[in-house]
């Protein structure tokens, strides 16, 4: 039987790192050997007093539903950590737990937007915010982020796109997948527009953590945007907790209310055991978050220099985050054959630029979350690769 689904399904888009992670586990399977770089995860293992605070939690009874926006205590370390880490003060009642910050953007979008709304969203970008704003019937506005810019935002092409009926605008600094981040002076002039306009920002903030210039500022600290700013942030990326499932956001107004109603509609709340990790996460020691952000750093340099030297390949530096978006137009290769060629023929999966919207052609997209050993082997790979379709 042909099951009819509801027409808002065809308008759910995907994440495409998923699917190439399940061909490349295919071409495992049969023998060949991957390397995987397309996956956004780091490689890293949760550090060991956080597993412990878990594992604690479990075996002192922590195995009972809690509040669907999380644990008191955890909301608490959570404006907390907010506070001294962005300089934003948001009340622990303004902060959701989530399985993940994910279900942030899920929540948020589907509380706020719906047919004859517009959002504008960053493209190349996270492509949930996309499959989202389409989920819901709104009109998805896309503000190409472009490599002459450093894959910032420019602020009057921005200032071009909003009408009447723009309701949120999505930041996302430092970014996936380009790890581009914006500047103060940026945030300055995009709050002055979201005010003038009276538009909310979900500023998706999941890689703060790992900016390897200056400090990470948010846009909530902007005048006049405290109350106009939901942060997305989480522990997947810094603490290296991306099968734990854990996130938040804090929200202005009464919007935590209702995406509390989201959460006890759906999952009733985030794993509470989970969450005592979460408390020892942000109250712990630090010095893996900052070993972790050297090593990328290291990663990032040793990936940065090869790509530059393959022929038809260009590399910006990117300031944050763990990807980079090397330009491959001088390679006379489309983005998505050029990655189905680099994992078919190669054993290297990477994502196509295109997997991020259409201002991505022409890039592909790297996670250098890999040993040194492993990026090393890879850059000899796609230079192999290059060479061989040139000769
Ligand atoms: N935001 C961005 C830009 C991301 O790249 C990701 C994950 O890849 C997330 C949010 C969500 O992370 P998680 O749901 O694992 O916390």
Same mark, same amino acid.
């Given at each position: 039987?042909?099951?009819?689904?509801?027409?808002?399904?065809?308008?759910?888009?995907?994440?495409?790192? %998923?699917?190439?992670?399940?061909?490349?586990?295919?071409?495992?399977?049969?023998?060949?050997?991957?390397? !995987?770089?397309?996956?956004?995860?780091?490689?890293?293992?949760?550090?060991?007093?956080?597993?412990?605070? =878990?594992?604690?939690?479990?075996?002192?009874?922590?195995?009972?539903?809690?509040?669907?926006?999380?644990?008191?205590?955890?909301?608490?370390?959570?404006?907390?950590?907010?506070?001294?880490?962005?300089?934003?003060?948001?009340?622990?009642?303004?902060?959701?737990?989530?399985?993940?910050?994910?279900?942030?953007?899920?929540?948020?979008?589907?509380?706020?937007?719906?047919?004859?709304?517009?959002?504008?969203?960053?493209?190349? =970008? %996270?492509?949930?915010?996309?499959?989202?704003?389409?989920?819901?019937?709104?009109?998805?506005?896309?503000?190409?982020?472009?490599?002459?810019?450093?894959?910032?935002?420019?602020?009057?092409?921005?200032?071009?796109?909003?009408?009447?009926?723009?309701?949120?605008?999505?930041?996302?600094?430092?970014?996936?997948?380009?790890?581009?981040?914006?500047?103060?002076?940026?945030?300055?002039?995009?709050?002055?527009?979201?005010?003038? !306009?009276?538009?909310?920002?979900?500023?998706?903030?999941?890689?703060?953590?790992?900016?390897?210039?200056?400090? !990470?500022?948010?846009?909530?600290?902007?005048?006049?945007?405290?109350?106009?700013?939901?942060?997305?942030?989480?522990?997947?990326?810094?603490?290296?907790?991306? =099968?734990?499932?854990? =996130?938040?956001?804090?929200?202005?107004?009464?919007?935590?209310?209702?995406?509390?109603?989201?959460?006890?509609?759906?999952?009733?709340?985030?794993?509470?055991?989970?969450?005592?990790?979460?408390?020892?996460?942000?109250?712990?020691?630090?010095?893996?978050?900052?070993?972790?952000?050297?090593?990328?750093?290291?990663?990032?340099?040793?990936?940065?220099?090869?790509?530059?030297?393959?022929?038809?390949?260009?590399?910006?530096?990117?300031?944050?985050?763990?990807?980079?978006?090397?330009?491959?137009?001088?390679?006379?290769?489309?983005?998505?054959?050029?990655?189905?060629?680099?994992?078919?023929?190669?054993?290297?999966?990477?994502?196509?630029?295109?997997? %991020?919207?259409?201002?991505?052609?022409?890039?592909?997209?790297?996670?250098?979350?890999?040993?040194?050993?492993?990026?090393?082997?890879?850059?000899?790979?796609?230079?192999?690769?290059?060479?061989?379709?040139?000769?």
């Amino acid at each position: 039987m042909a099951t009819k689904l509801a027409t808002r399904m065809e308008r759910l888009g995907t994440e495409t790192a %998923f699917e190439v992670l399940v061909r490349a586990k295919a071409l495992e399977a049969q023998g060949k050997d991957v390397i !995987h770089l397309e996956i956004g995860e780091p490689d890293f293992d949760t550090p060991p007093n956080i597993v412990s605070a =878990g594992a604690r939690a479990l075996e002192e009874g922590w195995t009972h539903y809690g509040p669907a926006a999380g644990q008191p205590e955890l909301r608490a370390a959570i404006a907390d950590y907010i506070e001294r880490s962005r300089g934003a003060s948001y009340a622990p009642e303004q902060v959701v737990v989530t399985p993940g910050g994910k279900p942030i953007m899920f929540f948020l979008i589907l509380a706020l937007v719906e047919a004859g709304d517009e959002v504008i969203y960053p493209d190349p =970008g %996270f492509p949930i915010y996309r499959s989202m704003i389409d989920f819901t019937g709104a009109t998805a506005v896309p503000i190409p982020l472009r490599e002459e810019h450093e894959f910032r935002l420019d602020v009057d092409e921005l200032a071009g796109l909003i009408t009447p009926r723009t309701k949120l605008l999505i930041l996302n600094s430092p970014a996936n997948p380009t790890g581009g981040v914006l500047e103060r002076a940026d945030l300055e002039a995009i709050a002055k527009l979201a005010v003038e !306009h009276d538009i909310l920002v979900l500023a998706d903030e999941i890689y703060s953590e790992l900016l390897y210039e200056g400090e !990470h500022v948010s846009i909530a600290t902007m005048p006049g945007m405290a109350e106009r700013t939901v942060i997305l942030d989480g522990f997947s990326k810094t603490y290296a907790m991306t =099968g734990w499932r854990l =996130g938040y956001g804090l929200f202005p107004g009464d919007l935590a209310a209702s995406v509390s109603k989201l959460m006890v509609n759906s999952v009733s709340c985030t794993a509470v055991a989970l969450q005592q990790a979460g408390i020892e996460a942000l109250t712990g020691p630090q010095d893996k978050v900052v070993e972790f952000r050297e090593a990328f750093r290291r990663r990032r340099d040793l990936v940065v220099d090869g790509l530059n030297r393959i022929p038809g390949i260009s590399c910006l530096s990117p300031k944050g985050a763990f990807y980079v978006f090397p330009n491959i137009t001088g390679t006379g290769f489309k983005s998505k054959p050029f990655a189905d060629m680099l994992l078919d023929e190669h054993g290297v999966a990477a994502l196509s630029g295109t997997a %991020f919207g259409d201002a991505g052609e022409g890039y592909l997209r790297l996670s250098y979350a890999n040993s040194e050993a492993n990026l090393t082997e890879a850059l000899e790979r796609i230079d192999a690769a290059v060479k061989a379709t040139v000769a």
